[in-house]
């Protein structure tokens, strides 16, 4: 023998055993470990190619185009042209959504931001999409899988926003 004995598929050393299980514990009652699950994937990073986006049960797959870059101001804005699908995997009553962060200045030279959804429930077919914006600083997008046709505070704030696009 090589100097190890096995109990209980584990080895030990010879002449030693493992220690008593404490009172009342058992293996089958620790519950398994968590996971965070990350609504969206982290592939396709790139500010010109957005590339697929998705969550578990939905996936968004397009092109942003940015022209006419103003840099007289700061930050410097753009045109946005977003192009692109949306596909929804589930069955049920549940309906993919893409969420659009568009981070735009105003008049008044602030920031704000709107929001653009993009929602279908067809698991057939994807959606097309396609919207212009002026004046954008800042582009980022969710991809959510829930029903109800606006996105729910889950979707809008658990997980992180990826950015698509942000001037320069």
């Known amino acids: 023998m090589s100097g190890f004995a096995r109990v209980g598929g584990k080895k030990t050393?010879?002449?030693?055993?493992?220690?008593?299980?404490?009172?009342?514990?058992?293996?089958?009652?620790?519950?398994?470990?968590?996971?965070r699950a990350r609504p969206l994937s982290a592939t396709g990073d790139s500010a010109a190619a957005p590339g697929p986006r998705?969550?578990?049960l939905a996936a968004a797959a397009g092109r942003l185009q940015a022209s006419a870059l103003d840099t007289s101001s700061l930050p410097p804005v753009?045109?946005?042209?977003v192009t692109g699908t949306?596909?929804?995997?589930?069955?049920?009553?549940?309906?993919?959504?893409?969420?659009?962060?568009l981070t735009y200045r105003a008049g008044d030279g602030s920031l704000p931001f709107t929001r653009k959804t993009v929602r279908t429930c067809s698991s057939r077919a994807a959606k097309n999409f396609a919207f212009t914006?002026?004046?954008?600083?800042?582009?980022?997008?969710?991809?959510?899988?829930?029903t109800g046709?606006?996105?729910?505070?889950?979707?809008?704030?658990?997980?992180?926003?990826?950015q698509l696009y942000a001037s320069s």
């Open 13 to 35: 050393l010879p002449g030693r055993t493992r220690p008593a299980r404490a009172a009342g514990r058992s293996r089958d009652r620790n519950p398994p470990p968590t996971v």
């Open 149 to 162: 046709r606006t996105p729910s505070d889950t979707c809008l704030y658990a997980g992180t926003w990826k």
């Open 133 to 146: 914006r002026a004046r954008v600083f800042l582009v980022e997008l969710k991809v959510c899988a829930e």
């Open 54 to 56: 998705r969550c578990r």
């Open 78 to 81: 753009a045109t946005v042209r």
């Open 86 to 101: 949306l596909r929804d995997r589930t069955r049920g009553p549940s309906c993919a959504l893409a969420v659009f962060r």
